[in-house]
């Protein structure tokens, strides 16, 4: 398997390649404006590279199913939407159909959310829209993140190694191969977004932050709840704990300035920060470096004392985080401390 895996990763690289060549031919670019940091139009073919080396390995493996075919389909609609922008209305309506799709192919939705000491949290009634809420969530978490070279696609192979990690620490990996497989087909695109390759650097696009947003939601998904039911869903926060700060702390923003959570703007973790005079690169490194140690304190918490100290470090360390965001003195004060020093006030 390891040199399925070496070919998964070239293969991904080489796709991209080629790809990138037809992209303006189809429409697939992306023209830099005053919200975008590249100075050159770029190839949105990454996530198109990503989901059809995982076509292949997933038919290889004989792992092709229905989350697969979803997780297709809403790759296809993300293509449309880099060519043509489908908006966020037509674009959030084709998220909670596949993920209703995705409910009824499988039969799996969020009814537990574990327990804790004496008490067992279940949703009952409300596991549906749960489930639909979480996945949707996760796929524009993603999305979000999708802002600098190598961050969103960096983001997704912290949480999965976080999450086979955990699978192999505290259970048994279930579709181990694949997911393994899957690590490696996003590492590929990484290594191209980075510029650690001779390829033209491309981008994810729409069709690559939904298709791998929707992916990393349902292996969650399937490793905290019935049937495969191998981890707890505490684990499920802490593997996936930056993307969630990230979007609650931009949502929270929006709101408090009185406008649309799904307004664009440059009031994410890392506009913040290369904004404040950090490259981009320092940016991607350091926010994936935080999300390691943040997934690998979460764990090394649930290991040694146990879910509800999980619960309550998280949702800590959630508050803190949503509060400081929201104070900009506070954040201009703390970042001054570290010795950046802000370039305007926000």
């Known amino acids: 398997m390891t040199m399925v895996y070496a070919a998964i990763i070239a293969s991904v690289i080489g796709l991209s390649a080629v790809l990138s060549k037809s992209a303006p031919m189809l429409g697939l670019m992306d023209i830099p404006n005053h919200r975008k940091q590249h100075a050159n139009p770029t190839a949105l073919v990454g996530g198109i590279s990503i989901f059809t080396v995982m076509l292949v390995f997933s038919i290889w493996v004989g792992s092709f199913g229905w989350i697969v075919l979803c997780g297709l389909a809403l790759g296809v609609i993300g293509v ?10 037509l674009r959030l309506t084709a998220q909670v159909v596949v993920t209703l799709l995705a409910i009824a192919g499988t039969g799996v939705i969020v009814d537990q959310l ?37 961050l969103a696609s960096g983001h997704v192979i912290v949480s999965l190694i976080s999450l086979f990690v955990a699978s192999v620490s505290f259970s048994e990996p279930v579709y181990s191969e694949w997911l393994l497989g899957f690590i490696c087909a996003v590492f590929g695109f990484w290594l191209v977004n980075m510029r650690f390759t001779p390829a033209p650097k491309v981008f994810l696009g729409d069709a690559g932050s939904m298709f791998l947003g929707f992916v990393v939601a349902w292996l969650i998904i399937g490793y905290t709840q019935s049937p495969w039911n191998v981890l707890h869903p505490v684990l499920a926060l802490w593997c996936l704990a930056v993307p969630i700060f990230d979007t609650a702390a931009v949502v929270a923003r929006r709101l408090k300035a009185g406008r649309s959570p799904f307004a664009p703007d440059r009031l994410h973790l890392h506009h ?22 943040l997934n690998a304190s979460g764990l090394a918490v649930y290991a040694v004392f146990g879910p509800t100290a999980a619960l309550v470090m998280f949702s800590l360390c959630f508050v803190g985080f949503v509060y400081f965001v929201l104070h900009p003195r506070l954040e201009r004060e703390v970042f001054q401390w570290l010795g950046i020093i802000p370039r305007f006030d926000r």
Do not use: E
């Open 80 to 89: 449309v939407d880099d060519a043509i922008d489908l908006g966020v209305r």
């Open 114 to 150: 574990g327990q804790y000491g004496s008490v067992t949290l279940s949703l009952g009634f409300f596991g549906l829209l749960f489930t639909v809420f979480a996945v949707v969530g996760v796929i524009n978490a993603f999305n979000i993140l999708d802002g600098l070279d190598g």
């Open 272 to 293: 913040v920060l290369v904004d404040l005079g950090v490259s981009s690169r320092a940016t991607v490194i350091t926010l994936l470096s935080v999300a390691a140690v």
